[in-house]
């Protein structure tokens, strides 16, 4: 993603998702290709958003396949 394009980004948001944004590449680049009624969507959850992890919800569902926790498989019994 481009710089101009982050920044820009992080300008129309709330401060405590953009943060949120700036950890998770692929949420940022969902978010910057979503409808101007998606966003829309995405910061009224935000502007009710009660806690850092709720935040961290919101930004981890824009991208919901890349879950760390679904990529581990735990160890293999035989």
Known sequence: METNNRDDILREVPMGFGFALIKNEAAMRRYSEMSESEKEEILMKCKDAKSKKEMQ??????????NINSLYEGPKTM
């Not at 919101?58 to 396949?65: A, C, G, Q, T, Y």
């Open 57 to 66: 919800k919101i930004v981890d569902e824009l991208v919901p396949d890349k």
